[in-house]
């Protein structure tokens, strides 16, 4: 066995495997505020990634659009969570979840009509080049010399920013009083009120949050598959990761994302020859995810649920 090769595809599994978790977050933020599954995580992203790219375009610099595209998106939070979720917050689940399948296809034809449908190239690498990182550390190089592994510079780029951004998200929920309350408010919605916490101010912090989110991860994985409507597709891949580490669970979403990470390197490489070829990746992690259905419906890290009646 070529340990160095194995090595290489465990790091890219594990790189592929941070930028999913990422995006699951944003699923598990909302469901386990607010018991409400967001259909729109993924417009969210497209919506995010769209706008930055095309301030690029017009001129303005990173730094100057990266902020704009910021505020834009808790701006859209706070108001989706405002305008559409509050007012249903005493309604049945089935119709918050329409809801956010209505607010996904609102956001997709409003992003045509103020945006557009072409294809964008976002080539978020020429980060790297603009003085921050310059001159780039030897982990930022393509090569590894002591263990000869290759690497793409911008996998390892991308991961150590989802994988920042994961931890700081990990110190607000621990450590800050706003984080403390969401934690509170997860638990047990009315005992959260009963204590005085603001149950629509946590919310809106939490759509505020998962905007950001939304943000980092469409430019993450724009540089992959480019700014256009199949960025929704590809983010469809995180709901195999939270249904695997649990609907409820922040860790579940980042083990569930490296799971998946590693699981489809590690399925290309020594599964192709047994299912006639490549495209594993396109249906290993919903496979995955369909036999944690059958045998642990609540996921790794999630909560098992029982009704008495």
């Not at 690497?151 to 991308?158: C, G, L, Q, S």
């Amino acid at each position: 066995m070529d340990w160095v090769y194995l090595i290489e595809v465990l790091v890219g599994g594990l790189m592929s495997g941070v930028m999913y978790s990422l995006v699951a977050i944003g699923f598990v933020l909302i469901y386990k505020s607010s018991g409400i599954f967001n259909f729109a995580q993924g417009t969210m992203l497209l919506f995010a990634s769209l706008t930055f790219v095309k301030m690029t375009e017009n001129g303005i610099d990173f730094w100057t659009s990266l902020f704009i595209a910021a505020g834009i998106m808790v701006i859209f939070g706070v108001v989706t969570e405002r305008y559409v979720i509050r007012p249903l917050a005493n309604q049945d689940l089935l119709a918050l979840f329409m809801a956010t399948v209505g607010l996904a296809t609102f956001q997709e034809g409003f992003s045509q009509f103020i945006w557009d449908s072409d294809v964008h190239g976002l080539q978020m690498s020429k980060f790297l080049d603009i003085g921050l990182l310059d001159p780039a550390p030897i982990f930022m190089s393509d090569h590894v010399p002591w263990l000869d592994i290759l690497i793409p510079k911008f996998d390892i780029f991308a991961s150590l920013v989802a994988g920042s951004l994961i931890v700081v998200l990990a110190f607000f929920f621990q450590k800050t009083k706003t984080g403390l309350s969401l934690r509170a408010v997860s638990d047990d919605h009315m005992a959260a009120m009963a204590v005085g916490i603001p149950l629509q101010t946590v919310w809106a912090v939490v759509w505020a949050v998962t905007g950001i989110i939304a943000l980092v991860a469409g430019l993450l994985w724009a540089e992959r598959v480019s700014v256009s409507f199949t960025l929704i597709e590809a983010v469809m891949k995180a709901l195999p990761v939270i249904l695997i580490g649990g609907l409820t669970s922040i860790p579940g979403a980042i083990v569930g994302g490296l799971v998946i990470g590693v699981g489809e390197k590690l399925g290309e490489i020594y599964l192709a020859d047994v299912f006639g070829g490549q495209g594993i990746e396109l249906w290993f992690a919903y496979f995955m995810a369909l036999m944690f259905l059958v045998f642990r419906p609540q996921g790794m890290f999630g909560e098992k649920l029982i009704e008495r009646v």
